[in-house]
């Protein structure tokens, strides 16, 4: 949640500077990306942990889809 936190903040100050924009338009992109890789990580590490917690059905499900945004994760940023 941290890491999203401050991705979101990061994108806050990118988009309330205007006059730095031209500057910055190599970031953005990279930027939304990893902004969408940390959404996706949040929820997917959320529903895993409220399942675990509840022990609701689904939980196992929720668990494979944090491991499977992890690899996600790893092989987009993985140095080649």
Known sequence: MSLLAGLAMTTAVFLLLPEFSERLQGERQPLFVALTWALGLSIAASSAFIGE???RPWRRRAQIALVGVLAGMVWHYWPT
């Open 53 to 55: 917690l509840k022990a």
